[in-house]
């Protein structure tokens, strides 16, 4: 019986994971990794802290050289996937060709940039990649940086440049940051952290225009105020990668349309992370991706498996300060108990339907978080919501 090849298109976290789960199931077929950036898969999540210097380059990479060789898992680097034949064939930038049996197409998210004219040019770019990472340490210091989004992209991207002493202001068209993990009141002591730290913070307003002609030198908002660039971040949201999926004829809406195995609308190519959409949701965080690479990893290893969204936590560290957003909380017709101590900068609000706990928040904080999600996730009763504030009911 021959052997099956499977091709992986993309190499990020997502692609990542999967690889290891293929390992550790003992994948039987041949495994051929393409990769336009380059290089082994790393973690994302740490381009921050690598940025600010608290960790090393070589410490985001999650497996070496040697794992590959190990594995005999072949890499294709530095090189894109330009057309995809279902039918079981990629034409690559190059011009090379590969066959293969099964496809997962891990090809990740494209960042949105502003609905401007701007001229291309490194100055404006994300920072979603080792690439932007080093075009950034390079930048002379005292530079003035703009980051357009107050989500977690553009906050991580604002810590990570004012560690570097840049001159940093963050524009964020909501009234308030991470307004889809935040509430307002939670999110003021974010801010007010962020503020502390040296950010200048342009909330409830956006870009109305980037002077960069010829090269960046300033943006001018929609209040009318006008700020020194020599760098604009884009980190207002991203959009999954689709585009070679729809290429292929494969059905797409704002993702690659998958099933409950991974699977796309062709039965031997699947798709996961980013670009990836199931029952109308896409997913930007790296939880579920690893939920769906396990999945996937026991489909391809002919095992049952099928997937089912979890409730994911959001949690981001930015300067010592923990931020931290589980369930909903956002409903219009929750009840709410909030704990803080303005003076620690510390703030811990709980969101309350009924009998049920459905979401928590926490700014500068995270005791009781486990009990909090366990409360979440398992639709608890709760009799006393001033004791589950203070950790003191156990879970049923």
Known sequence: MNQKRLLIIGHGMAATRLLQQLVERGYPGSITV??????????RIQLTPWLAGDVSEASLDLVDDAWYRQHRIYRVNGDAVVALNPAGQVRLNSGRTLEFDQAVLATGALPRFPDLPFPTQPAIRAFR?????????????????????????????????????????????????????????????????????GIDLHLGCELNHIQAEPELFSVELSTGDTLAADVLIAAAGIQPNEHLARQ??????????????????????????????????????????????????????????????EQCTTRLKISGLDVVSHGCIDHPDARHLTLDAPGLNQCRRLHFLNDRLIGAEMVGIRTHLELYQHLIEQQTPINDARAVMLGSVKAA
């Open 129 to 197: 990649s080792k690439a932007d990472g080093h075009w950034l340490k390079a930048l002379p210091a005292n530079r003035s940086a703009v980051v357009v989004g107050g989500g977690l992209l553009g906050l991580e991207a604002a810590w990570g440049l004012r560690a570097c002493g840049h001159r940093v202001s963050l524009v964020h068209r909501n009234t308030h940051l991470m307004n889809r993990q935040l509430s307002a009141p939670t999110a003021a002591y974010l801010a007010r952290a962020a503020v502390q730290a």
């Open 248 to 309: 292929a004829g494969l059905r797409v809406d704002r993702g690659v349309l998958i099933d409950d195995q991974m699977r796309t609308s062709h039965p031997q190519l699947f798709a996961l992370g980013e670009c990836a959409e199931f029952n109308g949701q896409t997913f930007g965080l790296v939880a579920p991706a690893y939920q769906q690479a396990e999945v996937l990893a026991s489909v391809l290893c002919a095992e049952p498996a099928h997937w089912s969204p």
């Open 34 to 43: 393409v990769s336009e950036e380059g290089g082994i898969g790393y973690n």
